[in-house]
């Protein structure tokens, strides 16, 4: 429950924990777009430790972690290869073709894992009239597909490819902890099989806001640059990255709970008549229910469990996802499957 709302419409509404403010009360700071700010150094120190990479670069969000990762690897004319469904094509506003200038290639994956023999088909061969491939980017967990994990082995696969090539590979690993918390491996291997990776700090880590991006030294040198170029340099945003570092000190190790929950939820979903519930995709904090059986769109149905006080998101057009966060209980659970097949019996009267 956040604000008396049974909530999944996503992860990023966890609010800041108590530690989290009084950490951003007492944090030092100094202008980062000069001498620095010690409090985001630190973070990105921090960072780039637990991921196993040289250094790392404190931006406000996701879509601009990719961003400025995507300037770093490319050239505008040239391709990057992704997932159909990845985050990057659909929800970033287009910022890889519009800012970026790349082609975008998009490979079929299953359950959003892309085959490596089928990334290394997509690779452009040395040719006048063909863009080059620039970039690969990966998606773990992929939100698209239900919070769905590759494995550190299907990940080295296409890294495997991609050295072959002489090509990039960039992770959108917005929720890698959660990855890495289904898989039951430190989050360093899984980034271990990219050149680089964003990570989200106000997901299921709870902190209000920023994502870190990290890598080898001079890439986080030339994404220093591009994010100055996007205006996302921030002064004393020390105030901020403070919280960032109590939620991967404080908030990683509970992330296994918000899986648990949602495989309740799936199963309790699965049994609504007129819902569908793909349980083999359920594997980290999001559940993605078709509602087609209702015959009513999405949107209908996240409207009316709206009206019940239940907030979901109608990610397609028969498609609701709901996410379980440090603001969803056991009883929170129970209580929202049991208005849900209320109003589904509602609606196949
Ligand atoms: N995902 C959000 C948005 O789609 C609204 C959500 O609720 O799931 N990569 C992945 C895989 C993501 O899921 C998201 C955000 C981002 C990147 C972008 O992060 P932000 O929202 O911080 O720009």
Known sequence: MLNGKLDFRSDTITEPTEEMREAMKRAKVGDDGREGDPTVRELEEYSAQLLGKEA???VVSGTMGNLVSILAHTRPGQEAILERDAHIFWTEVGGISAVGGLVVNRVAGTDGVMAAPDVEAAIRPT????????LIILENTHNMAGGTVWSVGQMAAVKAVADRHRIPVHLDGARIFNAAAALGVPAKEIAAQTDSATFCLSKGLSAPVGSVIVGARQFIEVARKKRQMLGGTLRQGGVIAAAGLVALRTMVDRLADDHALARSLGERLSVVP???????????NIVRTKVSGLGVPAAKVAELLAKENVYVLAQQADTLRWLTHRHVTADDVAQAAAITTKVAAGLRR
């Open 274 to 284: 007129g819902l569908e519930v793909n349980l083999r995709t359920v594997q980290t």
């Open 127 to 134: 040719r006048m009239h063909f863009p080059e491939t620039g």
């Open 56 to 58: 790392g670069l404190f």
